[in-house]
């Protein structure tokens, strides 16, 4: 087996630890918003699904770098990153590691606080709009780095498109995420 078929299934590892971790994340803390109740094995459940993330994201960029670097040593150049497709994915794995900051220092220190109470709606709706935007960040980044991957190589849409979409489904997410949240904390 050559280096690269390895480099290539470390990625789709990461990938999908990324990915996965990512979905179960979402869909456990909808689960805790349904009971209003965060059990402290509801957040160290979060907090493993997290660190599983950081992990794939991890072996996602150092093995997509090493796979640069011996693109790079092939081919004397980095053209493939003029591809709008690349750009859109390396800016895809930029937001969702700002995102995963953002998770780790500011919402989950919040959830923290919140760990072994009634989760009501005065104490959701403090941070709600905060969850709203980091889940749907996490969410939509990882699945539109997934559909980016799985178009076919003659599509070549401009970044400006790819951008746009993003951007609207982003918006669009947030609200039905806000939406989603402020349902099941007013019931």
Sequence with gaps: MDIQKILLAVHLVGFAL????????????????????????????????SKV?????????VSGLIIFALIYAEQGSLALLSSPRWQTKLSLVGIVFLNGLFFKFYIFPRLKQLVDSSLT?????????????????????????????????????????????YLILLVLGILVSKLLISKMINK
């Design 18 to 49: 990324g990915l996965g971790g990512a979905t179960v994340s979402d869909i456990t803390f909808f689960k805790v918003l349904r009971k209003r109740y965060l059990s402290r094995e509801n957040l160290e459940f979060l907090g493993i699904l």
């Design 121 to 165: 709606a005065e104490k959701i709706k403090k941070i709600s709009w905060r969850l709203a935007f980091s889940g749907t960040v996490s969410i939509l980044s990882w699945y539109s780095i997934f559909v980016i991957t799985q178009l076919p190589r003659t599509f070549r849409p401009h970044i400006l498109y790819f951008a746009g979409t």
């Design 53 to 61: 993330i950081w992990v794939g994201l991890g072996l996602l960029i």
